[in-house]
């Protein structure tokens, strides 16, 4: 199994690709000559990607500025690609944001707009966009999980509980395309500087503190490691041997053991 051989007509859609992990993924991507779809709410930073894409690869870039966490935008979104001409043969669901602290401290909508970013919006592309690629018999998609999918994570119930279902959904979804042409993969990094943690509150001092040194990975490496197994059709990618390590631990150790750990160890826990 391999990634789809670039075309003019063809692109790869990646979302969340104005800044951290799906920045690097459209950079992968470009190198090795597809052209990418560039798809976030912050249009004035996909322009300044795709430029600078178009003109160091030579591929075709395109921009499509979009909230994931509307079901509209989301339909315009597949209206806007097919309107273009193009044929979406590598999907890449990177786009989502964590929140931060207890359940019971949390705000309302901001959980439930992570649920239908982090959650929804995979399932409504890939319904959108994976019969087409069955259809033609090529493709690929790259869902972004996270080593929080392996295990729950008081401090981050809602992220580790949606990474846990994209997880799941990719993996049955890999198995239902076999022998498609098509390959699904879940790519689940451990800590990235991207400025994630920040977003959601947790600061890179406070995030370092609180996970070793040996556990981060630099976003470009997981970028490369996203998207090489994703050419090899791998179901599941964990970039790093400490990341690979930390996912079975959270397999495998009993949940009377670990989440009072865990519960202990995160920053947003320690008033709690």
């Known amino acids: 199994m391999s990634l789809p051989d670039p075309a003019s007509d063809r692109t790869a859609l990646v979302t969340g690709a104005s800044s951290g992990i799906g920045d690097e ?5 470009a190198r090795r000559g597809h052209g990418v779809t560039l ?20 591929v075709r870039t ?3 500025a979009a909230d994931l966490a509307d079901a509209g935008s989301r339909a315009e979104l597949q209206s806007a690609v097919e309107g273009l001409g193009l044929t979406v043969d590598v999907l890449v669901n990177n786009a989502g944001f964590s929140t931060m602290g207890a359940v ?3 705000e309302v909508e901001a959980e439930l707009r992570l649920v239908r970013v982090d959650v ?20 690929a998609v790259l869902n972004v999980a996270s080593v929080g999918a392996f295990q729950p994570l008081p401090g981050q119930a809602s992220y580790a509980a949606a990474k846990a279902f994209v997880l799941s959904y990719t993996d049955s979804l890999h198995t239902e395309l076999a022998g498609t042409g098509v390959t699904a993969t879940s790519l689940c990094p451990g800590p990235v500087r991207t400025g994630f943690g920040a977003a959601a509150g947790i600061s890179d001092h406070d ?24 050419d090899k059709g791998r179901r599941v990618v964990i970039p790093g041997a400490a990341n690979h390590i930390s996912a079975y631990a959270g397999r495998v150790t009993p949940k009377t053991l670990l989440l009072p750990l865990l519960k202990r160890g995160h920053p947003a826990m320690r008033d709690a």
């Open 25 to 29: 993924i459209a950079r992968e991507l």
């Open 39 to 58: 798809v976030a709410r912050r249009e004035d930073r996909l322009r300044l990607l795709a430029d600078e894409l178009a003109e160091r690869h030579g």
């Open 62 to 64: 395109e921009v499509v």
């Open 104 to 106: 019971a401290t949390a």
């Open 120 to 139: 929804e919006a995979v399932v409504d592309l890939c319904v959108r966009f994976v019969p087409g690629m069955v259809e033609r018999g090529r493709g």
């Open 207 to 230: 995030a370092e503190g609180a996970l070793p040194s040996f556990m981060w990975e630099p976003v470009d490496a997981v970028a490369r490691a996203a998207v090489d197994g994703l």
